[in-house]
């Protein structure tokens, strides 16, 4: 399938690790993987904030990068849930103000074909094991967007049970915010620290080496206090851990980002 | 300290704003940990009975087809109310704002109550919270007597609700005692449920029995009947509502259902959502006076105050579905971590964060849209399925709108910081020059950890609430989209050679 990514604003400048992953396991899965050079970003940090005449003005740009494309696959739960959620009404008001004539049909036809990623490996491939292998103790964090926002329900985590040589323990009270909220974070800053601080007492209480998510922005906020508190913990989007393969050990060179081209057309990864 | 709010009523007119009053109280460790406990109990106890009804998501669609139905034609079934209550026995009055419905209640109470002790009993009743009906009473020289056990246990501890349906949810069973022994002088008073509920038990049937005259609120008013309800579970408010010679009953106009009928569905789904109980332990609708049976004077007060400006918002109007279970408080993350006080309002959490700056016609409570981290949980329970999160984020737009309003947007730091991001979004060119900029600029900020990673651990002005508990990844050498380009560069390069 022709498979065009949407990386989101903040995972192309903060995690390009996550991006690389995403590309290895889709091309893995015989996939062929284009990049819209134009992309930036959904609009949701706008839109969610109350400044929504600044979140229309990106939905054209959005439109015309993907127009025609066959599957959409985004690395984040917020910015799915943003655009199944938001565009429809958005795509209506800008119709409405008579600059963008048939952007209501273009969205509508896009929409369906528009993926978070782990969302386009179970229910539009119909996967559950695609090939990983991390000897590690993981647990998995929801996210309200991928649990609430998008319905993901035991997808995420019916991939990570198919990888080898995982240990998948459940977080404890799953369904239950880590704090984040976007600009939340900040604008409400010790509310959210009080939230994440319960979070991040759950993730110890799995003894898990790694803290996994479908959404990077709220394990950038749990992650941070992991860090903070040097528990030694890490945090890593399930494309990382879908990433990862025995020989030679992908995890840690996807994080490093030290890739090559090797001498073939084939990205070899060392 | 700091457990009660010494008396001062909520007033999202005069309250600080969410941050400021969240931060006080969240150094309150003994209320923290009250709200948590009760919280998750009855969360608990609602996922139970909830997970009982095979057909639960249905009366929800049910419960909100219902509610939006009635606001739709809102102006009708009130009249209809208007008429049969009138039929009924029961006098029905107007009140456009708190000030007209404190005065109709009050002049009504002076009237029932004549020469005799200047006293009222009340059954618990939000709406009488919202208007500040207790200190209206008391300024008329009224004292008011509160007889649901938790809106008594505030009224002795001079403190103020912090959850609709449990308003002293953020007390424990030790503070309560202290209370009970302080004020209805009981200095021996024992420690166990039962104790407390003998003591409350005897400092009210007294008050039943003597004061002739009730104010209360409702559940529900039926158009069809007349009849209103009120659902409980102490059976304090059917004393108040049979043993009086006048009871009076303030509703907000939100209140409403068209047809008897119409409780099947609510009486379903507002008892589980609430307590966690298949069916409220007192169920009380009646329908005007009876001779010889229950109250002789029976008075309605409508109120709009405000809940009209609601109706007209288009993306607003359906925070009037909204039937008080405080199933969203309950489940609410950010409520969980501050309890109700931090709202300004007698309607705190998600259900008042978006009722609360409505009702205020969006000139107070502007910090409440976004006192919430939008996950979602709210909706997922309410049982008329407001969709809360989406009715924050278009109050949320109608604050931007105020305050970016002209050149004002020049003058506000976080409006000048999104619109420079909206530039930026809406060219691939500027975006990139800004991830450049962001790299080079973090070059001070940044520091290596032990195991020789960079992090930033300090950040400037807006962004230093994040960086007081939690560090943040230095941003990485290369963005995806320059990985992506230099890998496609080598492909060519790689195929062009072969």
């Given at each position: ?270 | ?81 208007e008429?049969?209550c009138t039929r009924a026995g029961g006098v029905v009055h107007w ?9 109709i209640?009050?002049?009504l109470?002076?009237e029932s ?113 007349g ?19 006048t009871l009076i009953t ?38 005007g006076v ?5 109250p002789?004077q029976f008075h309605v007060v409508l ?196």
């Amino acid at each position: 399938m022709r498979v065009s990514i949407f990386i989101t604003c903040y995972n192309d400048t903060l995690f390009p690790q996550t991006g690389r992953a995403m590309v290895h396991v889709l091309e893995r899965l015989g996939h062929h993987v284009e990049f819209p050079a134009g992309q930036t970003c959904c609009g949701q940090m706008h839109y969610n904030t109350g400044y929504q005449t600044d979140a229309l003005t990106m939905l054209p740009r959005f439109v015309e990068q993907f127009r025609g494309a066959e599957a959409v696959v985004v690395p984040s739960t917020s910015c799915v849930t943003m655009m199944r959620d938001h565009y429809p009404s958005m795509a209506q008001r800008l119709e409405a103000s008579g600059k963008y004539p048939g952007i209501v049909a273009e969205v509508n036809a896009l929409l369906p074909v528009v993926f978070e990623f782990s969302e386009f490996l179970t229910k539009r491939l119909g996967l559950t094991d695609v090939g990983a292998y991390f000897p590690h103790r993981v647990t998995y964090h929801a996210s309200c967007h991928g649990l609430r926002g998008l319905g993901l329900g035991d997808g995420p985590e019916s991939l990570l049970r198919a990888v080898k040589g995982i240990d998948l323990v459940t977080l404890p009270d799953i369904e239950r915010c880590c704090g984040f909220g976007g600009t939340f974070a900040v604008k409400n800053a010790e509310v959210s620290s009080a939230m994440l601080a319960e979070k991040v007492q759950g993730v110890l209480s799995t003894g898990a080496e790694v803290c996994a998510a479908c959404d990077n922005s709220c394990l950038m906020h749990i992650e941070g206090a992991l860090h903070r508190q040097r528990t030694g913990v890490h945090t890593m989007h399930l494309a990382e851990i879908l990433a990862s393969e025995p020989e030679p050990n992908i995890a840690a060179e996807v994080r490093s980002g030290d890739v090559v081209a090797g001498d073939s057309e084939a990205v070899v990864w060392v | 300290m700091g457990l009660s709010t010494d008396g001062q009523a909520l007033d999202p007119r005069t309250a600080p704003e969410f941050q400021t009053a969240a931060r006080s109280v969240l150094n309150d460790a003994q209320l923290r940990k009250n709200v948590r406990h009760a919280t998750t109990v009855i969360q608990n106890k609602r996922a139970k009975v909830v997970g009982e009804l095979p057909d639960w998501q249905e009366l929800r669609e049910a419960g909100g087809a219902l509610r939006e139905h009635t606001m739709k034609f809102l102006d009708a079934y009130l009249e209809q109310f208007e008429a049969n209550c009138t039929r009924a026995g029961g006098v029905v009055h107007w009140a456009r704002d708190a000030a007209e419905a404190r005065e109709i209640v009050v002049r009504l109470a002076k009237e029932s109550i004549g020469d005799a002790p200047s006293e009222v009993i009340k059954i618990k009743s939000m709406t009488t919270e919202e208007i500040g009906l207790n200190a209206a009473l008391q300024e008329a020289g009224i004292t008011p007597y509160e007889t649901d056990l938790a809106e008594l246990i505030i009224q002795l501890g001079k403190d103020q609700p912090s959850h609709i349906v449990v308003p002293a949810l953020h007390k424990n069973r030790a503070q309560i005692r202290e209370i009970f022994q302080r004020e209805m002088h009981l200095p021996h008073l024992g420690e166990t449920p039962q104790d407390l509920a003998d003591a409350a038990r005897s400092f009210l049937r007294e008050k039943f029995l003597r004061v002739p005259t009730a104010v209360s609120g409702a559940n529900f008013l039926v158009a069809e009947t007349g009849g209103v309800c009120i659902v409980e579970s102490e059976g304090n408010g059917r004393m108040c509502l049979t043993l009086p010679r006048t009871l009076i009953t303030i509703a907000g106009i939100d209140k409403v259902v068209p047809r008897f009928a119409d409780l099947e569905v609510l009486l379903q789904v507002l008892p589980r959502s609430a307590t966690g109980e298949r069916m409220n332990p007192y169920n009380s609708i009646w329908t005007g006076v009876h001779p010889g049976d229950g109250p002789e004077q029976f008075h309605v007060v409508l109120m709009d105050n405000g809940r009209t400006d609601v109706l007209a918002d288009e993306h607003g109007r359906e925070t009037l579905h909204c039937i008080r279970c405080g199933a969203c408080q309950n489940a609410c993350p950010v409520y969980r971590q501050t309890g109700g006080h931090a709202y300004g309002s007698v309607y705190a959490g998600p259900i008042g964060a978006i009722l609360t700056p409505q009702l205020q016609k969006m000139e107070h409570a502007e910090s409440l849209p976004y006192a919430s981290s939008l996950c979602g949980a709210c909706y997922e329970v309410c049982p008329v399925k407001i969709n809360i999160p989406e009715v924050l984020v278009h109050l949320r737009s109608r604050v931007v709108e105020r305050k970016t309003a002209g050149l004002r947007v020049l003058t506000n730091a976080e409006a000048l910081a999104m619109k420079t991001a909206g530039s930026l979004f809406r060219s691939e060119r500027r975006f990139r020059a800004a991830q450049r900029l962001a790299r080079m600029g973090q070059g001070v900020l940044a520091r290596k950890d032990g195991s020789g990673e960079k992090w930033i651990s300090w950040l400037p002005g807006l962004l230093g609430g994040w960086t007081q508990v939690r560090d943040l990844h230095a941003l990485p050498d290369e963005t995806f989209r320059q990985w992506w380009e230099e890998r496609e560069k080598s492909k060519k390069h790689a195929g062009g050679a072969a």
